[in-house]
T-cell receptor, first 113, second 114 residues
Framework: EAGVAQSPRYKIIEKRQSVAFWCNPISGHATLYWYQQILGQGPKLLIQFQNNGVVDDSQLPKDRFSAERLKGVDSTLKIQPAKLEDSAVYLC???????????FGPGTRLLVL | AQTVTQSQPEMSVQEAETVTLSCTYDTSESDYYLFWYKQPPSRQMILVIRQEAYKQQNATENRFSVNFQKAAKSFSLKISDSQLGDAAMYFCAYFTSGTYKYIFGTGTRLKVLA
């Protein structure tokens, strides 16, 4: 069974530029999560989808971050415009509805200069 | 609100020895799950072990075991016969089926000394 896929793995941009990350969850997993992990910290939930609906986006900086999960499968997270403090690893995770264990992708490491 | 606390930012253990990583949490719910995740330097987060709150028996997975003290809201991870490959960040996480939301601790960096 294929795991959670993410791309790109690394991205370097300058502040005020825009960037997009892509995530493809494990097949059949209804719930998809985007986390931001700043160096030395635990993952912080940005947004949680159930199928193609948003369950929780309370910690998503909506003035610059947006996310969508069209068709309830893969998802895109966008930052526009990026700030220096957005430098972090962006993790995507998924789990099957009714199951508790979530599975993580390899993450996208973003560096904003 | 639920919180997860890992009070040990860094731990060291000699190869083949045993180490225990601490985690405490706060919740008013009775039905929840607890996890330990491992994040090696490559950054892929991997599930180590999980514990259902309704189960009194402590979970074990080969060299990994937990000490789950529900009343004390404590969930520690014991790694026996430590190996060099165990070196990583370890995150404790809490999950509630009410919101399908996970809350992570700040992590403990484990160093394994040869």
């Amino acid at each position: 069974e294929a795991g959670v896929a993410q791309s790109p793995r690394y991205k370097i941009i300058e502040k005020r530029q825009s960037v997009a990350f892509w995530c493809n969850p494990i097949s059949g997993h209804a719930t998809l999560y985007w986390y931001q992990q700043i160096l030395g910290q635990g993952p912080k939930l940005l947004i949680q989808f159930q199928n193609n609906g948003v369950v929780d986006d309370s910690q998503l900086p909506k003035d610059r971050f947006s996310a969508e999960r069209l068709k309830g499968v893969d998802s895109t997270l966008k930052i526009q415009p990026a700030k220096l403090e957005d430098s972090a690893v962006y993790l995507c995770a998924s789990n099957m509805g009714g199951q508790e264990t979530q599975y993580f992708g390899p993450g996208t490491r973003l560096l904003v200069l | 609100a639920q919180t997860v606390t890992q009070s040990q930012p860094e731990m060291s253990v000699q190869e083949a020895e045993t180490v225990t990583l601490s985690c405490t949490y706060d919740t008013s719910e009775s039905d929840y799950y607890l996890f330990w995740y491992k994040q090696p330097p490559s950054r892929q987060m991997i599930l180590v072990i999980r514990q259902e709150a309704y189960k009194q028996q402590n979970a074990t997975e080969n060299r990994f075991s937990v000490n789950f003290q529900k009343a004390a809201k404590s969930f520690s991870l014991k790694i026996s016969d430590s190996q060099l490959g165990d070196a990583a960040m370890y995150f404790c996480a809490y999950f509630t089926s009410g919101t399908y939301k996970y809350i992570f601790g700040t992590g403990t960096r484990l160093k394994v000394l040869a």
